[in-house]
C-alpha cells in the first residue's frame, strides 16, 4: 500500500508534536485523577453532610468535564493529525493492529463524557439518597480509565512488542509485556497531578481547619499514589528490552524515580502529619515535581523506542523489517510510486534520504554548521558506509532500496555536504589500463629500516621488463646502493615477462631464512576499493572467472630487487607471492614452476 514519506521537519514541527504530547498527557492524567478525587469528595460529603465537601465534589466535577471536553479532547484530535504526517506507517500498523481497542477506548472516553455531563447536570439535594447518581459518576471515571488504558497499551506496545512478534494477536498485542508497569506508572503519576494541583486549591483557603482538612485528604492519597509510582517506575524501566539509548533511558527513570519519592514525601510530611503547616511554597514545589514527571514519562518513552517504532517489527524510518529485504530487489520508489517512472538520480536521492534518513535526521537538509554533518572525508565514503551498515554499524537501521537508490543516496549525501561548505577529496584512482597494477613488492616487503633507505633509491623498486628466458642482471649485495638498469621492452608475440627481481648472491642467503627481514610476504590484493559493497563481493566482482596468477620461487630478493613473475595476458590479473629461497634446479626454471 503506498505511503507518502514524511517531508523535511524543522524545529518548529518538533517542538509541536513534544508541547501537544506533553499537553494531551498532563490533561488526560488530570481527568483520571479528577474522577477519582470527584468520588472520594462525593464519599466525604456524604458521610461527613459538609457542604464544602459537597462543593468541592460538584467543582472536581465540572473541573474534569471541562478538561476532558476542552483539554484532552482537542489536544488528543491534534496530536493524532501530527503523528499521521509525521509517522504515517507508524500510525497506519498501529491502527491495523489496534483497530477494535482503539474503537473501545473512543466509546468508553464518549461515555465517560456523557456521565459526567449527566453527574453535573443531576447534582441536587437528594443526590446522597439516589445510588443511579452515584453510578453515574462511577461510569464516567471507569470511562476515562479505561480509555486512558488503551492509549497506554499502544504506547507501551510501541515500545515493546513482546510476543506478538511470534504469535500477532490482538490480546499479546494489548497485553504486552511493558503494559503492566506503564499503566501503573500512568495511575501514580494521575493521581499524584491532580492531588498537587489540588494542594494548590487548598493552600488558597482563607479558613485553616478547611485548608488543613483539604490537605490531609488530598496528602493521604498523594502519598499512596507515589508509593505506587516508585516501583510502577522501577518496574517500567526493568521491562524495557536492550536498545541503543538504554543508558539515557536508565538516567530518566531514575530521574522519575526521585522525583516520585519527593513528591511522596512533600504530601507525607506537610499533608498526613503536618496539615496545618502546608503553604503555597509546598503545594508549587509539589506541582514543579508533577510536571518533572510528566516530562521524564514522555521523554523516556521516546528515548527506549531507540531505532524502532514499533520494537523488532518497524524500523523509525517506517520501514518494517521484514519488508526490508523486499525493498532491496524491488526498490522504494517502485513500492511507494506505483507505475511511475524512476526519476533522475538529484530527485531518487532525496526521496531515499527522506524514506530512511529524515525521521533521525531532518536537520541535515538546512544550512548549519558542517560538523553535524556526516563526518565523511573522501568522495566515495558515503556509498561505502551505506553498503557496510548491515555488517559493522549494527546500531543502524536496516538499509533498504535497490542499487540505484543507495548510489542515488550516497551522492545525495555528497551534495548535502558540498552545501554545508565543507569539500570531499577525491579518491586515488587506479592506474589506467583494464589491468589493475598490483603493488611494488618493495611496498609491501619493505622493513622499517628499509623505508628509510627507499628514498635514496627511489628507482630501486621498478620491474624491469626483458624477453622470454632472458638472463636476469645480478644486483650487488644490500649495502650497495645502485638503481637497477631498465631494460628494453622485448616485443613478444604471446606473453611478456615482468621482472620484479633478481636472485641475490650466495653471500645473502642465510639472511633469507628471516622473511620478516628478507621480505616474506602475504598475497597482495591487486582490487581497486570498492564502491560501497562488502570486502568480500568487491574482491569477487574485481576478479574475472579463469584467472592465473603467475608464482615463481626464485632465490631470495635483495632489498632493491624481488623474484620476476611471469606477467598474464591482458585481461588478466597479477597475485604476487614471494617464496624462501630454493637452490634446487627447478629454481632456475620459473616458466615450469607457476603453482597458486
Request: with cysteine.
Amino acid at each position: 500500500m503506498p505511503f507518502p514519506f514524511q517531508e523535511a521537519l524543522s524545529f518548529s514541527d518538533h517542538l509541536l508534536a513534544a508541547g501537544l504530547y506533553f499537553l494531551f498527557a498532563l490533561a488526560g492524567a488530570c481527568v483520571c485523577g479528577g474522577s477519582v478525587f470527584t468520588l472520594i469528595a462525593g464519599l466525604r460529603a456524604s458521610e461527613s453532610m459538609d457542604p464544602r465537601w459537597d462543593s468541592l465534589a460538584l467543582s472536581c466535577a465540572k473541573t474534569t468535564r471541562a478538561l476532558a471536553a476542552g483539554a484532552a479532547c482537542p489536544l488528543g484530535l491534534g496530536l493524532w493529525v501530527v503523528m499521521m504526517a509525521q509517522r504515517p506507517r507508524m500510525m497506519e500498523q498501529l491502527h491495523s493492529i489496534f483497530l477494535a481497542p482503539a474503537l473501545l477506548g473512543l466509546l468508553l472516553f464518549a461515555a465517560g463524557l456523557c456521565f459526567s455531563h449527566q453527574y453535573v447536570a443531576s447534582w441536587g439535594r437528594d443526590r446522597h439518597e439516589s445510588r443511579l447518581h452515584s453510578a453515574w459518576g462511577l461510569i464516567s471515571a471507569v470511562g476515562f480509565w479505561g480509555a486512558a488504558a488503551v492509549l497506554v497499551s499502544i504506547c507501551a506496545f510501541s515500545v515493546h512488542t513482546g510476543g506478538w512478534v511470534a504469535k500477532p494477536t490482538l490480546w499479546n498485542a494489548f497485553w504486552n509485556p511493558a503494559f503492566p508497569a506503564a499503566f501503573l506508572t500512568w495511575a501514580a503519576v494521575s493521581i499524584s497531578a491532580f492531588g498537587a494541583f489540588g494542594l494548590l486549591y487548598a493552600a488558597a483557603r482563607k479558613d485553616g481547619a478547611w485548608r488543613a482538612a483539604l490537605a490531609h485528604e488530598l496528602g493521604k492519597w498523594m502519598a499512596g499514589g507515589a508509593a505506587a509510582g516508585v516501583p510502577g517506575w522501577i518496574w517500567w524501566g526493568i521491562s524495557l528490552p536492550e536498545s541503543a539509548n538504554q543508558k539515557p533511558v536508565f538516567w530518566l527513570v531514575a530521574a522519575a524515580v526521585a522525583a516520585t519519592a519527593a513528591l511522596g514525601g512533600i504530601a507525607y510530611r506537610w499533608g498526613v502529619r503536618a496539615p496545618e503547616g502546608h503553604g503555597r511554597r509546598h503545594a508549587g514545589a509539589a506541582s514543579a515535581l508533577v510536571v518533572l514527571l510528566m516530562a521524564a514519562f514522555g521523554w523516556a518513552y521516546v528515548e527506549a523506542k531507540g531505532n524502532f517504532q514499533i520494537h523488532r517489527y518497524m524500523y523509525r524510518n517506517g520501514v518494517i523489517i521484514e519488508e526490508a529485504e523486499d525493498s532491496n530487489r524491488t526498490g522504494l520508489w517502485n513500492i511507494v510510486n506505483l507505475g511511475e517512472p524512476v526519476p533522475a538520480q538529484a530527485e531518487l536521492g532525496a526521496f531515499s534520504f527522506r524514506a530512511q534518513c529524515m525521521a533521525c535526521h531532518a536537520d541535515w537538509v538546512k544550512p548549519q554548521d558542517p560538523a553535524r554533518l556526516p563526518r565523511f572525508r573522501l568522495k566515495g565514503d558515503a556509498l561505502r558506509f551505506l553498503g557496510e551498515m548491515r555488517s559493522k554499524h549494527p546500531p543502524y537501521p536496516l538499509l533498504a532500496g535497490a542499487p540505484e537508490e543507495r548510489r542515488a543516496l550516497a551522492a545525495y549525501l555528497e551534495t548535502l555536504i558540498a552545501k554545508s561548505g565543507r569539500t570531499l577529496a577525491s579518491r586515488p584512482e587506479p592506474p589506467a589500463g583494464n589491468k589493475p597494477a598490483a603493488p611494488s613488492a618493495m611496498d609491501s616487503i619493505a622493513s622499517p629500516g628499509d623505508a628509510e633507505k627507499r628514498p635514496e633509491n627511489p628507482e630501486a623498486g621498478k620491474p624491469e621488463a626483458v624477453e622470454k628466458g632472458a638472463a636476469l642482471p645480478v644486483l650487488p649485495s644490500p649495502g650497495a646502493v645502485q638503481a637497477p638498469k631498465r631494460a628494453q621492452e622485448a616485443k613478444a608475440p604471446e606473453k611478456e615477462v615482468r621482472a620484479i627481481g633478481s636472485p641475490a648472491p650466495p653471500a645473502v642467503a642465510p639472511s633469507a631464512e628471516k622473511p620478516g627481514e628478507a621480505g616474506g610476504v602475504s598475497p597482495v590484493s591487486s582490487s581497486p576499493p570498492g564502491d560501497g559493497q562488502d570486502a568480500e563481493s568487491a574482491s569477487k566482482a574485481g576478479t574475472p572467472p579463469g584467472e592465473k596468477s603467475g608464482i615463481t620461487a626464485p632465490p631470495a630478493p635483495s632489498n632493491n630487487g624481488a623474484p620476476d613473475a611471469e606477467s598474464p595476458a591482458d585481461g588478466e590479473s597479477v597475485s604476487a607471492v614471494f617464496s624462501p629461497p630454493d637452490d634446487s634446479p627447478d629454481a632456475e626454471k620459473p616458466e615450469e614452476k607457476n603453482s597458486p
